[in-house]
């Protein structure tokens, strides 16, 4: 079992910065590979960001790209989503998840096994 908790969100206008962060803890001798993901009102659960296990590489939802940045501290079990330039549109739910079996498709929710309980995003305009 791998337990995730993301920090408190926020809210703020737009154009503005908040950060976000997702502590692991269970199953976490082995570093998995995270993502977060976002859902807002009436609209399906949808990718935002992922890492590797070493943190080297990351992949990011074309919206996102430029603006948010994901990254990790591995000695802290730790996954982090910081958002810049935040518009009316990025305001979400947004969920961390972690992929314990295998890491094919970043993008897909289903590469994901354990979620977070997530955490509300609001942008004003």
């Known amino acids: 079992q791998v337990q995730l908790v993301e920090s408190e969100g926020g809210s703020v206008q737009a154009g503005g910065s908040l950060s976000l962060s997702c502590a692991a803890s269970g199953r976490t001798g082995s570093t998995y590979p995270m993502a977060w993901f976002r859902q807002a009102p009436g609209k399906e659960r949808e990718f935002v960001a992922a890492?590797?296990?070493?943190?080297?590489?990351?992949y990011y939802a074309d919206s996102v790209k430029g603006r948010f940045s994901i990254s990790r501290d591995n000695a802290k079990n730790t996954v982090y989503l910081q958002l810049n330039s935040l518009k009316p549109e990025d305001t979400a739910v947004y969920y961390c998840a972690a992929a314990t079996n295998g890491f094919i498709w970043p993008y897909r929710r289903e590469t994901y096994d354990y979620w977070g309980q997530g955490t509300q995003v609001t942008v004003s305009s």
């Open positions: 890492i590797n296990r070493g943190g080297g590489t990351t």
